[in-house]
């Protein structure tokens, strides 16, 4: 053994030779799982503070990774922050330090990651503010500053600029509720109440609920209260019930106030540098800064116990809505594992009131179904969050009776509920029912049965039955339900045998299907087009008798499916530039008509296999304005819209994967570097000579890599201008053909399926508001859903 090894075991220290890397996989593993129990921080922060020049870097390293990706666990770390600085003032100073750095660039940068960071360091500064490691004043000038530079961007009115300015505003109050208690009580008192002060000034400069279109679900009376009104309201109350103690948030730190209070070390914070964003258009602000969403479809006794005796304080359930999301984002990534996903096992163990089990499962279900809701666009992957209601539901007993009620509730207000929340959540019942074993309470909907054809919930409920057909066997489905609404099941199982039959009528659709029969080459049906087929129809006809022919004859399945359309891609190709490739998109949806899942997939074929151009999709779909959302019109707009943006992301995730490789190129020929240099000046030379030979391959790979990443930018431009043009020539198509006289329905759908292209529309509001005609209610309509102020 090693003297180094020996006095570590002796004094606990790491020795002369400093900690090896299982010394910091092993504190690292007891930062991340540390409790906050006293025996375990007293331990730890001794540990680390007596070996502060060794491990101050590692350990604050750690820290800060668990301050981000833990966000539920802040009070723990600052605790711990707090009594290594206690003794040990170099490490607080270096974690304040890296804080700030941190906030700086969360601050200024616009993705979800650092939105969120923002969030949870500003809440840890507030928290170390407490604990003595940063200067109480220094933290109240950073959050006074976040409110005033809200303040400064309403004064000066610039396109965009609600949505920054809210969320800034967001990221202060948003801490507030972790260091009331204690800053209300302190000499900074004075300055907390400026904070609550400089938050109603805001809130009466800023236009209430900014984005109508991101309602969930309409309230009765059509007042509706934005998600920022609601937390300032909340705030409110805490000041003025002077209720700041919070059962969610842990006093972690109040086992150690007289180590705390003792300290001197509380370092300065400086002044946070806020920097000025610009955006081109509303539209741009609002989808880079979204609102939180709110749904409030639950009595507040379930959820908050209002009216009870032990009823919750104002701020408990703003709290828990921060630790569910907060947890959502922070474990999302593993939702793709195929055991029970870590965001779950989190969800399942959130530090809640314990006293009122039954009101933290009907929050976290409220909320999570307004995360899967939220409009124009989820944070999230739908499938995410169906995933953590399925897996919650099998971890906690008692949460599916929580979740059905509050699905029966929303199905209860489903005439108020936005159309695209109402496909959403459709959607996720269908997943649902169909991961336990086609389970439902559908006795409780059968009354639907009574009502009108296009009632709400007699729609919804038709609509989950589709999509429940596309997840399991029709026959399973139908077995499963109960009889009273087996008529609402989907009627077409196969292919449109009366438009193959209207097909048929022309004696080229039977040339063709015994061609394809024989399994005739590509080329031999281009030659038979040429010399026969062109005299018998024209190649409008010849085009949709080859297609519904194909199809027919792919039925079976995708595969058989896409053989046929690759075998004949030449002819058809042929036709198409002479027919136009609507007569296609009109055939593949044709002869799969009143089928419950086929026809969107037939057009994406068409367009992966490149047999039409986006375009011939787009004006099929605006020709059918006057019944869009019907015969699957909504989805295959969806479908074609979704295939150029995948298009246009694929290419720029190609283009940030070369950007990741030159970084670890660069990284690499940095610290190859930096060993030839040392090798070098040891005499080591051999072993220099690698050291040089690695830094030049990088420097190598560095070229390579960045010639390749020049040569994405002209695809990525291209992807981006067809995405932008699909988008805006079918949003604006199907606006001012909704114009003229369409039903209440269509209209409905048009802008829902508007609202959901924001981002690409971005930069064209104007044309799309202009597609609306003159009149006032029409525009207002539009420009709420592109997320346009009136």
Not at 172 to 199: R, V
Not at 547 to 560: D, N, P, Y
Not at 596 to 605: D, K, S, T
Not at 663 to 688: D, F, T, V
Request: glycine letters at 6%; hydrophobic letters at 45%.
């Amino acid at each position: 053994m090693s003297h180094a090894k020996r006095a570590r075991r002796e004094d606990g220290s790491h020795g002369v030779d400093g900690p090896n890397e299982d010394d910091l996989r092993e504190l690292r593993d007891v930062i991340i799982h540390c409790d906050g129990s006293a025996d375990v921080l007293r331990g730890l922060s001794g540990d680390i503070a007596r070996e502060g020049e060794t491990l101050c870097e590692h350990a604050m390293g750690f820290v800060m990774e668990c301050v981000t990706e833990l966000p539920v666990k802040t009070p723990v770390y600052a605790t711990l922050v707090g009594l290594i600085n206690a003794t040990a003032g170099e490490f607080g100073g270096r974690v304040v330090e890296e804080t700030k750095t941190a906030l700086e660039e969360a601050l200024n940068g616009g993705d979800l990651t650092q939105r969120t960071r923002a969030r949870v360091l500003t809440r840890f500064l507030v928290l170390l503010s407490t604990v003595g490691a940063v200067q109480r004043m220094d933290v109240m000038r950073y959050l006074d500053s976040l409110l005033k530079e809200s303040q400064a961007l309403a004064k000066k009115g610039a396109t965009g600029w609600q949505p920054r300015a809210d969320w800034l505003a967001y990221v202060a109050l948003s801490a507030l509720p972790w260091g009331g208690e204690f800053l209300s009580k302190s000499e900074c008192s004075n300055e907390f109440e400026g904070l609550l002060d400089a938050a109603d000034a805001y809130c009466k400069t800023r236009s209430a609920n900014p984005d109508p279109a991101s309602v969930i679900v309409k309230s009765v009376d059509g007042t509706e209260t934005d998600w920022f009104a609601d937390m300032c309201a909340r705030l409110s109350a805490a000041h003025t019930d002077g209720i700041w103690k919070i059962a969610s948030i842990p006093t972690i730190a109040e086992q150690f106030v007289e180590e705390l209070a003792s300290t001197t070390n509380a370092h300065a914070l400086g002044d946070v540098t806020i920097s000025t964003v610009e955006f081109a258009s509303h539209a741009e602000a609002a989808a880079r800064y979204p609102g939180r969403s709110m749904l409030r479809i639950l009595d507040p006794s379930f959820t908050e116990g209002t009216g009870n005796v032990d009823a919750w304080g104002p701020l408990e359930r703003f709290v828990a809505e921060e630790y569910i999301v907060d947890t959502i984002w922070a474990f999302e990534p593993g939702y793709r594992r195929t055991a029970t996903i870590p965001a779950a096992e989190q969800l399942a163990s959130l530090p809640l009131p314990a006293e009122q089990p039954e009101q933290c499962q009907f929050l976290v279900a409220e909320t999570l179904f307004a995360e899967l809701l939220a409009l124009p666009e989820p944070t999230f992957s739908p499938v995410f969050y169906h995933i953590v209601i399925q897996d919650l539901c099998k971890i906690i007993p008692t949460f599916p009776p929580k979740m059905a009620k509050t699905a029966g509730m929303m199905f209860r207000s489903i005439d108020r509920m936005d159309v695209t929340a109402r496909d959403r959540l459709a959607s996720w019942l269908a997943h649902q029912v169909s991961c336990f074993d086609l389970v439902w309470p559908w006795s409780s909907w059968k009354h639907v049965m009574e009502q009108q054809e296009d009632a709400p919930q007699r729609a919804f409920v038709v609509d989950a039955l589709k999509k429940l057909c596309q997840l399991s066997f029709i026959e399973r489905v139908e077995k499963s339900l109960i009889e009273e609404l087996r008529p609402l099941l989907p009627t077409g199982r196969g292919v449109n045998a009366e438009y193959i039959a209207e097909t048929a009528a022309d004696p080229t659709f039977g040339k063709l299907q015994q061609m394809l029969a024989e399994k005739r080459q590509g080329y031999e049906v281009v030659q038979w087009i040429g010399s026969e087929g062109a005299t018998m129809a024209s190649p409008e006809v010849l085009l949709r008798s080859l297609v519904v022919a194909a199809l027919e004859r792919g039925q079976k399945c995708i595969t058989h499916h896409d053989v046929l359309l690759k075998r004949y891609a030449a002819p058809i190709r042929e036709l198409v530039e002479k027919a136009g490739g609507e007569v296609a998109v009109d055939a593949a949806v044709g002869i799969w008509r009143g089928h419950y899942q086929m026809a969107p997939i037939a057009v994406e074929r068409l367009l992966a296999l490149d047999l039409v151009a986006p375009s011939a999709v787009v004006n099929w779909v605006v020709q059918r304005a006057a019944v869009f959302g019907e015969d699957d019109t909504y989805e295959i707009a969806s479908t074609v819209c979704d295939f150029v943006c995948a298009s246009e992301a694929s290419v720029v995730g190609k283009r940030s994967a070369l950007v990741s490789k030159i970084r670890a190129a660069e990284a690499e020929a940095s610290g190859a570097g930096r060993a030839a240099e040392e090798l070098s000046a040891q005499g080591r030379s051999y072993e220099a000579q690698q050291a040089a030979a690695a830094e030049a391959q990088a420097v190598e790979e560095i070229a390579q890599h960045e010639a390749e990443l020049a040569a994405t930018e002209a695809p990525i431009a291209r992807a981006n201008a067809l995405a932008r043009e699909t988008c805006l020539q079918l949003c604006g198509g199907l606006v001012k053909a909704s114009a003229h006289g369409a039903s209440a329905p269509v209209a409905e759908r048009v802008l829902a399926f508007v609202r959901a292209r924001r981002l690409q529309l971005a930069l064209d509001t104007d044309a799309v508001i202009k597609a609306a005609g003159t009149k006032s209610i029409a525009k207002t309509a539009v420009s709420h859903a592109l997320g346009v102020p009136c």
